[in-house]
C-alpha cells in the first residue's frame, strides 16, 4: 500500500499559476503509474494527467493539455502538477492517485490522497 498526501492548493485568480504536490509514503515510490484526477462541484471525478514510473511518459486530459503538466522526483518521492493558465473552469479539489500502468491510472487508480482545493476566481 502507497500513501499519498497532496499539497500546494488554494485561491488564485484566472490566468494564474499554481504547483501541487503529491508526498508518497509506503510501498516503492518508484514502482507506480501516478497522476492527477480533480472533482469539480456536483460533477463525477475526472482523470487530468498521468505520468509512467520513469517519467517518460505522460497523457493530459483534453482540458488542461497545453496548461498544465506533470513531473516526478523519484529521489524525493514526490509528484507534481504546474497549472498554469488557470481558468475558473478548473476549480475542483484535486486528488493524487497512484496505479500499476497508465491504463488503470486513467480508469480507475487504487491509491488516493486525501485532496487539495483549487478555487480559481474570474
Known amino acids: 500500500q502507497v500513501q499519498l498526501v497532496e499539497s500546494g492548493g488554494g485561491l488564485v485568480q484566472t490566468g494564474d499559476s499554481l504547483r501541487l504536490s503529491c508526498v508518497a509514503s509506503g510501498r516503492s515510490f518508484s514502482a507506480f503509474t501516478m497522476g492527477w484526477w480533480r472533482q469539480a462541484p456536483r460533477k463525477d471525478r475526472e482523470f487530468v494527467a498521468g505520468?509512467?514510473?520513469?517519467?517518460?511518459?505522460?497523457r493530459y486530459a483534453d482540458a488542461v493539455k497545453g496548461r498544465f503538466t506533470i513531473s516526478r522526483d523519484n529521489a524525493k518521492n514526490t509528484m507534481y502538477l504546474q497549472m498554469d493558465n488557470l481558468k475558473p473552469e478548473d476549480t475542483a479539489d484535486y486528488y493524487c492517485?497512484?496505479?500499476?500502468?497508465?491504463?488503470?491510472?486513467?480508469?480507475?487508480?487504487?491509491?488516493w490522497g486525501q485532496g487539495t482545493r483549487v478555487s480559481v476566481s474570474s
Open positions: 505520468i509512467s514510473w520513469t517519467g517518460d511518459t505522460t
Open positions: 492517485a497512484a496505479s500499476d500502468t497508465m491504463a488503470n491510472m486513467e480508469a480507475e487508480p487504487y491509491s
